[in-house]
């Protein structure tokens, strides 16, 4: 069982940026990689990239490509991304999730972190 | 990039059974894995690879997968499992999940 605690909700103004982060909660993390989800208000998942925590590869989705950043800190198991140059429509929920290496499902999902951007 | 089809809304009376489907070209070549996210809570996995269930998954939710279709299968409905389902599946050309458009479940 692994559990995945996120950063607090927050307010911005377009054009900002803002950094969240995903905290697990086993030792393991260099067994995942950290994938990140977008739920826009009433939406579908949207998903975005992800991470390798053990390596740091990344993969991002073509329209995340450029503004979106993941990190991650594997001495204290959290992933984090940074979100530029935001815009009133990125305001959403955003879901960190993990998959065990090799497999294609992911497993266990943080809590959501609000992001909110308004003028 | 691979595109999986789901209906936007399921209706069933309770004790009922509900079929949900995921449609994408040739999906029987790949995995399905099944998500429940109820009003305010993040997803939960109720089916992975096509038919298996996690622990603490009741017996009736069920997973199917052939030709171009998916399926997640809810018998006995109760009013607990009205929720939002989301098929996914993973892309092996772009190396990443993919999902469905969700479908809403309501118990009448």
């Known amino acids: 069982q692994v559990q995945l605690v996120q950063s607090g909700a927050e307010v911005t103004k377009p054009g900002a940026s803002v950094k969240i982060s995903c905290k697990a909660s086993r030792h393991t993390f260099t067994d995942y990689s950290i994938h990140w989800v977008r739920q826009a208000p009433g939406q579908r998942l949207e998903w975005m990239a992800w991470?390798?925590?053990?390596?740091?590869?990344?993969n991002y989705a073509q329209k995340f490509q450029g503004w979106v950043t993941l990190t991650r800190n594997t001495s204290i198991s959290t992933a984090y991304m940074e979100l530029s140059s935001l815009k009133p429509d990125d305001t959403a929920l955003y879901y960190c999730?993990?998959?065990?290496?090799?497999?294609?499902?992911?497993?266990?999902w943080g809590q959501g972190t609000l992001v909110t951007v308004s003028s | 990039s691979y595109v999986v089809t789901q209906p936007p809304s399921v209706s069933v009376a309770p004790g009922k059974t509900a079929r949900i489907t995921c449609g994408g070209n040739n999906i029987e070549t790949k995995s399905v894995h099944w998500y429940q996210q109820k009003p305010g809570q993040a997803p939960v996995v109720v089916i992975y690879?096509?038919?298996n269930r996690p622990s603490g998954i009741p017996e009736r939710f069920s997973g199917s997968n052939s030709g171009n279709t998916a399926t997640l299968t809810v018998s006995r409905v109760e009013a607990g499992d009205e929720a939002d389902y989301y098929c996914q599946v993973w892309d092996s050309s772009s190396d990443h999940p993919v999902f469905g458009g969700g479908t809403k479940l309501t118990v009448l």
């Open positions: 690879h096509d038919s």
């Open positions: 991470i390798n925590a053990n390596n740091g590869v990344t």
């Open positions: 999730a993990i998959n065990h290496d090799g497999e294609s499902y992911l497993d266990y």
